[in-house]
């Protein structure tokens, strides 16, 4: 049986750590563009360098802050829509899990949260509604950017020449500028979800 718990305070929290991830990531590839353009004067180059190990580190205890938090409000999120609705179908854990499944990780997450953003605004009988565009957004830009970052890791460092650390840079870039968008709208999403779900208890109450 799940009970309902306030997702305010964690809300407040993964926001804060997705919003330091978003700069961090727009810092590292700053420094990595500085890098490429002072490989022919070793001060620049050296300090690039070093300014970059300091933004990696941060970069890195980030992500996974972020992974951290944002799995558990998703839990806590799926929990709690558990608690507004009988009509869910995916537990907290698997909200979580499915993230970490090949294949099924290409939908099962959307339909875990489409779940949760449909019990907890409206309770009973969403199934024929309409998924809200701040979510079918959201998803896309996940999938997006996690194509771009698939595809520059799989380049990074095949060609001498340049050429592909041309194109790595560039899709480097478009990833960073998505996925500004992407922790917006994602941050967005989580404040709907957690006012919803804040209200539904009195809706309950007064119904």
Known sequence: MHQY????????????ALLIYMVTRLALLGMTFWAYQSVDAPGDLSTALGLMAIVSTIFLVTLIACFILVGRWIYRASANAHALSTEM???PGMAVGWYFIPIANLFKPYQAMREIWMASHFRGNWHGEPSPSILVGWWGLWIVVNILDNISLRLGGIDENGDVAGMTTFLDFAA????????????????QIARAQATAPYQETFA
């Not at 960073?176 to 404040?191: D, G, K, P």
């Open 89 to 91: 179908t995916i537990t």
């Open 5 to 16: 718990k306030d997702l305010g305070t964690l809300t407040n929290i993964a926001s804060g």
């Open 176 to 191: 960073a500028l998505l996925n500004v968008a992407l922790c917006l709208v994602l941050i967005s999403l989580m404040r």
